[in-house]
């Protein structure tokens, strides 16, 4: 879970693989806008073919809590 959604930062956002880490913060230390979180969250939801709710994805602070959120919804 962790590679693919490190792959859908680097690929939809520009951000550097090297600056992604599971503690990586994702709007401090990544840089990612409200606009460009609401983008991954879309792509997340088409390639997972779920859906995520906003009220949780507003907690999500780090790299590591968003791909726990999104494999709790998977199963």
Known sequence: MYERIKEMLVEELGIDANDITPEAKL???LGISSVEFVDI???I???YNIELDEDKL???KTVQELCDYVE???K
Do not use: D
Request: aromatic letters at 0%.
């Open 27 to 29: 709007k401090g230390n």
């Open 41 to 43: 969250a879309m792509t």
């Open 45 to 47: 939801e088409e390639e």
């Open 58 to 60: 507003r907690k999500i």
């Open 72 to 74: 709790s919804l998977r």
